[in-house]
């Protein structure tokens, strides 16, 4: 019983690094960040993600 559910809370700790993971780089932010902070706490870093909005980036305009 015990191996069964830290074998699901690893499952879902992977996933939730995934899922970051992927959303972070959607959404121009640091994916390796975003999955570490999935991979330890999954449930609030899923939904922190999702409601973060993208990060705008500007191309620089240089004139001489």
Excluded: Q, Y
């Excluded at 991979?39 to 939904?47: G, K, T």
């Excluded at 993600?49 to 980036?57: H, Q």
Aim: aromatic share 14%.
């Amino acid at each position: 019983m015990e191996g069964g559910v830290f074998l699901i809370l690893f499952v879902l700790r992977i996933v939730g690094a995934f899922v970051c993971s992927s959303k972070a780089k959607e959404l121009n932010r640091n994916s390796g960040g975003w999955g570490f902070f999935g991979f330890v706490s999954p449930i609030i870093a899923m939904i922190w993600i999702n409601c973060l909005k993208p990060i705008t980036i500007w191309d620089k305009n240089e004139t001489n």
